[in-house]
């Protein structure tokens, strides 16, 4: 059995957290991209020695100790044109932006592993190359 091959046998067999781990302890560089937000993502300890970059909608504390979530995307200022994803966040623009930053010498990027499950998850699906894989949560409508 391959390396790879036992990552992904063993991430069905493990929770989240757990595949993470072990997902870094394999050499994988693991990035997040997600909808939710800067303090629901932070406050799961113990994964952020293993992730190299986090995208998320930023978020604030206000004066009354309320959370306030920001968009990602200034949408008051410009449209981003994506019809699949909420205005706050594409996830295909990040994925793009991603792709670029991994990109060695005009290259095309490592090979991805994108890891989702719902409607900007499949735009930033769209934006995958040949060889990248799209795994979708079972029973989520991606
Ligand atoms: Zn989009």
Redesign the pocket.
């Known amino acids: 059995m391959r390396k790879g091959q036992m990552t992904l046998l063993c991430a069905a067999q493990l929770n989240f957290a757990s595949a993470i781990k072990l997902a870094h302890a394999f050499g994988c560089d693991l990035r997040v991209l997600s909808a939710a937000n800067e303090f629901f993502i932070l406050k799961h300890h113990g994964l952020m020695d293993c992730l190299s970059e986090i995208n998320t909608n930023p978020c604030i504390i206000d004066e009354q100790g309320r959370l306030r979530i920001l968009p990602y995307h200034d949408f008051h200022s410009s449209s981003y044109g994506?019809t699949?994803?909420p205005p706050s966040m594409?996830?295909?623009?990040i994925l793009e932006k991603i792709q670029a930053s991994v990109a060695t010498d005009g290259k095309k990027h490592k090979q991805l592993i994108y890891v989702g499950d719902g409607a900007?998850d499949f735009?930033a699906g769209l934006k995958l190359d040949e060889g990248d894989f799209l795994m979708a949560r079972r029973d989520f409508p991606i």
């Open positions: 994506c699949i994803c594409c996830k295909g623009l900007p735009c």
